[in-house]
């Protein structure tokens, strides 16, 4: 079974940077891609970023494009997340997905807010 777990949400404020990592354990693991993805109060859940694990191809929603990278480290099996010059509107749980075969992991989940 594999496990994603989110680190490093937490209070920023308005033009400041954060980074949130998510990391996997379980059985080897081995994706194909990794992504974050973000609900805020009332909203459905949102495509943010992701990357293939072989490779490193990303992709961003329009939002966040060019203020956020996503990157991995595929020896830690982790995915990161680097945001800068945040506002307002990026507050939110932020949730890392891994896709292994047809099979989709969730982690918990993190929080960021960020205030003006």
């Known amino acids: 079974q594999v496990q994603l777990v989110e680190s490093g949400g937490g209070l920023v404020q308005a033009g400041g940077s954060l980074r949130v990592s998510c990391a996997a354990s379980g059985r080897t693991f081995s994706p194909s891609r990794m992504g974050w993805y973000r609900q805020a109060p009332g909203k459905e859940r949102e495509f943010v970023a992701a990357i293939w694990w072989s490779g490193g191809s990303t992709s961003y929603a329009d939002s966040v494009k060019g203020r956020f990278t996503i990157s991995r480290d595929n020896a830690k099996n982790t995915v990161y997340l680097q945001m800068n010059n945040l506002s307002p509107e990026d507050t939110a749980v932020y949730y890392c997905?891994?896709?292994?075969?047809?099979?989709?992991?969730w982690g918990q989940g993190t929080q960021v807010t960020v205030s003006s």
């Open positions: 997905k891994g896709t292994v075969g047809a099979m989709p992991y």
